[in-house]
């Protein structure tokens, strides 16, 4: 199964430090070796960014920084677990080594997933 985790902490005003990034690139080389991570990237300050809503049919854009926001999404990364409780496993680790934050997990749509779970039913 694979899964998206969602990184969300306070935005940041400084670069990670050598020692934080070496520690990540540790976690990340890691998790490539052993199969369990399959992609991941960390996102720029939300200063970059913009928002794009559809909303009654109206499209608005709104520039970034994102004040209102408590937390943003500082990264995300795509796992391959063989449960929930594994991938739930993989985010604490993630979480030892990154700090602060929450990591919302989502299993992606397989299509050969959802065959085989439509022909056991």
Do not use: H
Not at 57 to 75: I, R
Request: glycine share 10%.
């Amino acid at each position: 199964m694979k899964f998206l985790s969602i990184y969300k902490t306070v935005e940041r005003n400084a670069p990670p430090s050598q020692e934080e990034m070496a520690k990540m690139g540790k976690l990340v080389e890691e998790g490539m070796k052993a199969g369990w991570l399959l992609a991941t990237e960390g996102c720029l300050p939300t200063a970059l960014g913009a928002r794009v809503r559809n909303s009654n049919g109206k499209v608005t854009v709104t520039d970034g920084p994102f004040t209102e926001a408590k937390e943003v999404v500082g990264g995300f990364a795509i796992l391959r677990a063989n449960s929930k409780q594994e991938v739930i496993q993989l985010a604490r680790d993630f979480l030892e080594v990154a700090g602060e934050g929450e990591c919302e997990l989502r299993q992606i749509f397989e299509a050969d997933t959802c065959a085989q779970k439509a022909a056991t039913s």
